[in-house]
């Protein structure tokens, strides 16, 4: 029992929080305030989540007692009967509720709700490194249809052979940044590139990052200050693409708070065929870049704390590697091992993220002492 009061306890202690919090997003002058008033909503729907569970859990607690006080207590034999069933009910609950409550404990990642920029890059292996990052951009496209996520390419620089040098798009859905952000560092591939004669398998390299989109209210733009030029988009979409000048360019000079230096920013958007709406785009992933670089520091701290291996926050690590050979992926950081390569290039990589998931959510409840 004494583990059902700790759980309890810390329940309890969120009681007060949750109708000061339920209070306050009401408030006019809360509501006024953007930025407070999303980030108390948010903390509503959690602490909303929490309360549930704990009324759950006081029901079957209170269950267990009440049956065990009836098979001891009462002679009707019907009713010990139905007490033991009651009893065996409440019993089976409660490790499953006592799970979902410490998993609802951890602090939630404020950026897991986010939407996200992914940004997909070849790396060591020339022309094959290329084609490999077009896989995986074809994997996570494959995957976002599954989840019903929106995929939409903001940039794109072709391989000379095919797949893509750079490819940087925008994903939107529920809960995206949180399910995505495992992606993130160093995926390698092992086979036998189509341009080698010999057969010989050779490795090569593709980077992801995954970013948390800024929201407007999260970064702080002089917009006077952004040099902007236009210029012809080449490649596919029709003739108009190639005659009206859709494509834009954003420069802008930022000082970074962490280091003191001033960097120019350089942003091309050629995602539409509508100028206003690739100004549009160009200047939300402005947004987003200038807030991955102000969070890095947050995201580094975060990352020395923890000792999981899950989402240290190291876009260098090497996180997977694809076997085709033997038609095998291995990610490092939880020895996960499938034999599935095919439908896994297809987009059924769900299982492995939940194993990570799964893995991060143990660290996390050991470091809350849960």
Request: glycine share 6%; aromatic share 6%.
């Amino acid at each position: 029992m004494a583990e059902n009061n700790t759980l309890l306890d810390k329940l309890e202690s969120l009681v007060a929080r949750f109708e000061e919090v339920s209070t306050l997003i009401t408030d006019p002058n809360v509501i006024g305030d953007q930025r407070r008033y999303v980030k108390l909503t948010k903390e509503y729907k959690e602490l909303g989540d929490l309360m549930a569970a704990r009324k759950e859990y006081i029901q079957v607690l209170n269950g267990i007692e009440e049956a065990k006080d009836i098979i001891a207590n009462e002679s009707d034999q019907e009713m010990r009967e139905m007490a033991r069933e009651e009893l065996d009910d409440c019993q089976k609950r409660q490790p499953e509720l006592e799970e979902r409550i410490k998993l609802l404990l951890i602090p939630a990642d404020p950026q897991d709700s986010r939407n996200a920029v992914l940004e997909i890059r070849g790396g060591t292996g020339g022309d094959e490194a290329a084609l490999f990052a077009g896989d995986l951009f074809r994997m996570y496209s494959k995957y976002c249809e599954i989840k019903g996520w929106r995929l939409e390419v903001s940039s794109a620089s072709e391989g000379a052979a095919g797949g893509f040098k750079e490819i940087i798009c925008s994903v939107s859905g529920d809960n995206v940044y949180g399910t995505l952000k495992y992606e993130s560092g160093v995926h390698r591939v092992q086979r036998v590139p189509a341009t080698e004669t010999q057969g010989r398998v050779h490795t090569s390299a593709a980077s992801v990052a995954v970013l948390p989109e800024a929201e407007e209210f999260d970064v702080v733009i002089n917009e006077g200050e952004i040099k902007w030029d236009t210029f012809r988009s080449s490649g596919a979409g029709g003739q108009n693409v190639n005659k009206v000048e859709s494509g834009v360019r954003l420069r802008y000079n930022w000082k970074n708070p962490n280091t003191g230096v001033v960097e120019e920013i350089l942003i091309e958007c050629t995602e539409t065929r509508d100028q206003p709406k690739n100004k549009e785009r160009a200047l939300a992933r402005l947004r987003t870049f200038i807030y991955d670089k102000e969070h890095q520091k947050y995201i580094d701290d975060i990352a020395s704390k923890r000792k999981t291996m899950v989402s240290t926050g190291d876009r260098s690590a090497k996180i997977r590697t694809y076997n085709y050979p033997q038609g095998r992926i291995t990610d490092h950081r939880i020895n996960y091992t499938i034999y599935n390569l095919q439908a896994f290039v297809n987009g059924d990589i769900q299982e492995c993220i939940d194993q990570l998931i799964v893995a991060e959510n143990a660290e996390r409840m050991k470091e809350n002492e849960l």
